[in-house]
């Protein structure tokens, strides 16, 4: 399984960006987005059943991001509106058995980050 993530760059606060992951090999995993600022942990921003039917989001951006998935183009999606200086981070594509087994960080395979910078 192989995860490429794209769509990060530069974006004033309050502006929007469209994540993108592209999943190839076997693609039935419940996906999501993780997070790293420098200097701190890599923390889950959202995810995402492999059905489509159960979301998870962060408190952090719940309401702001929504995270949605194209099982026929095999890609999922993270709409980030309202953005904030504070989400400046490298932002990392995830796969793994259940949406469960993500929100303890306990991913099978990870993508390549993409930057998402927030200028205030």
């Known amino acids: 399984v192989q995860l490429q993530a794209s769509g990060g760059g530069l974006v004033q606060a309050g502006g929007s960006l469209r994540l993108s992951c592209a999943v190839s090999?076997?693609?039935?995993?419940?996906m999501g987005w993780f997070r790293q600022a420098p200097g701190q942990e890599r923390e889950i921003v959202a995810g995402?059943?492999?059905?489509?039917?159960?979301?998870y989001y962060a408190d952090s951006v719940r309401g702001r991001f929504t995270i949605s998935r194209d099982n026929a183009k095999n890609t999922v999606y993270l709409q980030m509106d309202d953005l904030k200086p504070e989400d400046t981070a490298i932002y990392y594509c995830?796969?793994?058995?259940?949406?469960?087994?993500?929100?303890?960080?306990?991913?099978?395979?990870w993508g390549r980050g993409t930057l998402v910078t927030v200028s205030s």
């Open positions: 995830a796969a793994a058995t259940t949406l469960g087994t993500m929100i303890k960080h306990q991913n099978d395979y």
């Open positions: 995402i059943s492999w059905g489509g039917g159960s979301t």
């Open positions: 090999g076997r693609t039935r995993y419940a």
